[in-house]
């Protein structure tokens, strides 16, 4: 209840005194430009539900270990979750379809397959970040993420070349880059 308490508290000294007038929301510990400041670190996303415009969300710096949000307006379309200590994404983020931007850097994330599937909905996706976390170690992961996320023009703060995208495409889809260049170079395939 302290966070709600927070919350409303924090509304009304920015003049905003319906819940319909939110669009964009910090529950942020630390940042630079300020809609809201908590002055203790989240642990949990509380319910925002009844935020039904609510684009844009900070919970980043927070020490948030598991993701639940369900209670999210499906429209969100940036999310800012680095800098907390989540361990997986499963379950929690794939009703947040209009995402276009995720930053989920700097966490705790296991499980690059279930991480893909969670968001494999979010085709208007286009910058997400999940450095600095278990995940990005894989040797296979910038690939696999340019496969399984193509609408993605930026990952983990670097635009995305045409040749890592030729690259996935040839380690992913072998046979359909097999039939492909035999088409190209007239060649039955075998």
Not at 121 to 129: D, E, G, P, V, Y
Not at 142 to 165: A, N
Not at 175 to 180: D, F, G, S
Request: overall charge positive; hydrophobic content about 40%.
């Amino acid at each position: 209840m302290e966070v709600a308490d927070d919350i409303k508290k924090s509304l009304q000294k920015s003049g905003i005194r319906r819940d319909v007038d939110v669009c964009q929301l910090s529950l942020a510990t630390k940042q630079f430009f300020a809609v809201f400041l908590l002055n203790r670190k989240l642990t949990s996303v509380p319910d925002l539900s009844r935020f039904h415009f609510l684009r844009k969300l900070w919970l980043n710096n927070n020490k948030i270990r598991e993701l639940s949000c369900r209670s999210l307006n499906c429209c969100l379309t940036e999310l800012y979750l680095h800098n907390n200590n989540i361990k997986s994404i499963s379950g929690a983020l794939n009703h947040l379809t209009c995402l276009r931007l995720l930053f989920l850097h700097n966490n705790q994330i296991r499980g690059l397959e279930d991480t893909m599937h969670e968001l494999r909905r979010m085709q208007q996706l286009q910058t997400a970040s999940f450095f600095l976390n278990p995940i990005s170690h894989d040797p296979a992961y910038r690939l696999h993420v340019i496969h399984r996320l193509p609408s993605v023009l930026v990952l983990d703060r670097k635009e995305l070349r045409s040749v890592e995208r030729e690259r996935s495409f040839q380690m992913y889809s072998q046979e359909r880059h097999r039939v492909l260049q035999s088409v190209a170079f007239c060649r039955r395939a075998t």
